[in-house]
């Protein structure tokens, strides 16, 4: 036994072993800073739910990772590159000794958990302001089993057929966090239908700056998720860190312009929206493209979803916070551009188009967007309906209309009282609250 720790913590680098660390902390920020920005982005008379839906998120993906997750996603592949074994269910097996690479591998199970968890967070932007709280608590755990366990499998896991059959490309989650969680929400938004008074009420964010605190929180944290995905110290993630960054600046300034000219007044929300639209979509290309290509890359995507935003209102769902227009369709845009912008000194091996690759890679690319996005959305939508006839997937109109904080959480946002855990908010809206909270 002795010989055995010896030889696997001689394996563990020092340095890798502390950025991985970093990184997973910055990752798991993103979630929080997801609440804020979702948070200014609703109503006042719903954001405290949509906090909340962020922050249940860390628990109940928790919970379903350490117990099986993990072993499904990373574990050995079952055959045909779809799912991986239960070996490790419960982190059986793996200690303080174990490694992966040149990390533990508890520190990279954790690292790859802070990813789920945010993934399944982004879903609860496209059904804001309708959901139930109860629903929710259902729909996580079971989404994360069925839906990101195996597409994170297919690209990143041992033999997962993405990956190591097609051979398509993605550094850190084009595929399995943002055109999952955009194809699900989308599932989700025509399985709840749209919000009451959609496409005739304003539905203004709420709070400006709690957006732009978010965006930047999140901001923040990418760099932990596309930089940290290089797994080490290296010059590989200093160059995936810079492209984030380059691809945030060209992704805000191209909502920018697309605002100006269109609206003729550049806008908060279009800068918070335009940084994370490029973020999303640097997110699959950061480990495969130069600079140059990072920057177009950034540019595409904050031009592209600025009109992707408005797609809702003329094909009739109701995506409330634009998970559609900025995750799925800033995924798609970043995963497929891998195959025109892929360079050999990133990749070690595959090129892209422009860069004497021929359409191989580009055609890669497309096979597993559609493929994932086919996925996402037939089983996202099946687990929605389930639930609905269930249980009941939307909230009540009451429920609607008075807001979900008062309704559900028996608490607002902007009221000292909080029901049950101090003074009334108001004596006039208890018996109100209560009834409604009732039908939850």
């Given amino acids: 036994m002795e010989t055995t720790v010896t030889l696997a913590a001689a394996q563990i680098n020092a340095g890798d072993t502390a950025w991985l660390l970093a990184a997973t902390a910055l990752v798991l920020l993103m979630t929080p800073g997801l609440a ?48 991986g074994d239960l070996d490790h269910a419960g ?29 399944a967070a982004l879903i609860s932007g496209a059904i804001a302001d309708r959901v139930k709280f109860g629903a929710w608590l259902v729909f996580v755990p079971v989404w994360a089993l069925l839906v990101y366990v195996p597409v994170t499998h297919w690209v990143w ?54 957006v732009m605190l978010g965006a930047g929180l999140l901001w923040f944290g990418w ?6 995905s290089a797994l080490g110290a290296n010059g590989l993630a200093a160059a995936a860190f810079l492209n984030t960054l380059a691809a945030g600046c060209t992704g805000l300034l191209g909502w920018l312009f697309v605002e100006q000219k269109r609206d ?6 279009g800068a918070a929206s335009g940084a994370v639209a490029g973020l999303v979509a640097i997110t699959p290309s950061c480990g495969s493209v130069s600079l140059l290509g990072a920057l177009v890359v950034g540019l595409a995507a904050g031009v592209v979803c600025s009109y992707a935003v408005s797609w809702k209102f003329k094909l009739d769902y109701d995506d409330s916070l634009d998970v559609v227009g900025v995750h799925l369709v800033g995924g798609i845009i970043g995963t497929l551009l891998i195959g025109v912008f892929a360079v050999q000194e990133m990749t070690d091996g595959p090129e892209g188009l422009l860069y ?46 008075t807001g979900l904080d ?35």
């Fill in 36 to 83: 804020l920005f979702y948070g200014g982005m609703v109503r006042t008379k719903s954001v405290l739910n949509m906090l909340m839906m962020s922050f249940v998120s860390i628990a109940l993906v928790t919970v379903v990772w350490l117990a099986a997750g993990y072993s499904l996603a990373f574990g050995d592949d079952l055959g045909g590159g779809l799912i």
């Fill in 356 to 401: 004497g690759g021929g359409l191989a890679q580009l055609g890669k690319q497309l096979v597993a967007v559609i493929a994932v996005a086919a996925y996402a959305f037939l089983v996202t939508y099946g687990i929605g309906k389930l639930i609905d006839r269930a249980m009941g997937f939307r909230a009540s109109e009451e429920q609607e209309h």
């Fill in 264 to 269: 003729g007044h550049p806008t908060t929300l």
């Fill in 406 to 440: 008062l309704t559900v959480h028996a608490e607002t946002a902007y009221d000292h009282g909080v029901l049950g855990h101090g003074a009334p908010v108001s004596s006039s809206v208890v018996p109100s609250a209560q009834k409604v909270k009732s039908q939850a």
């Fill in 223 to 228: 760099f932990g998720f596309n930089a940290g």
């Fill in 157 to 210: 896991g041992p033999g997962g057929w993405i990956a190591n059959r097609l051979g398509a490309l993605d550094f850190a989650g084009g595929l399995p966090v943002e055109i999952t969680s955009g194809a699900s929400g989308l599932a989700l938004c025509l399985v709840l239908g749209p919000r009451l008074g959609f496409k005739k009420d304003a539905m203004r964010p709420h709070n400006l700056p709690m």
């Fill in 91 to 119: 982190m059986a097996g793996l200690g303080p000794d174990s490694v992966h690479g040149t990390v533990p591998t508890l520190l990279f199970a954790t690292f790859q958990l802070t990813f789920a968890i945010i993934t």
